[in-house]
């Protein structure tokens, strides 16, 4: 029996440790997925950004049409 007791026991911390492995895995791509994110707001408020100044640029010509003789 003690036999039986030991090999359960080194399959628990051999499950153990493959638990700890794996999450250790997922907070690493969890944090990547995070970061891939993060550059995809970034561009996408950078466009937005970018996308108003030419909204402005374009009403300040037609403007400066509008007052030109």
């Known amino acids: 029996m003690p036999r039986v007791t ?8 051999s499950n153990q440790q493959l638990a700890i492995a794996n999450a250790g895995k997922a907070a690493a791509e969890t944090a990547k997925v ?16 970018d996308g108003t100044r030419q909204s402005i640029a374009s009403i300040e010509r037609r ?3 509008l007052e030109e003789p």
């Open 63 to 65: 403007l400066d049409q």
């Open 34 to 49: 995070a970061e891939e994110t993060q550059s995809l707001i970034d561009l996408t408020l950078g466009l937005d950004v």
């Open 6 to 13: 030991l090999s359960i026991a080194r399959l628990l911390r």
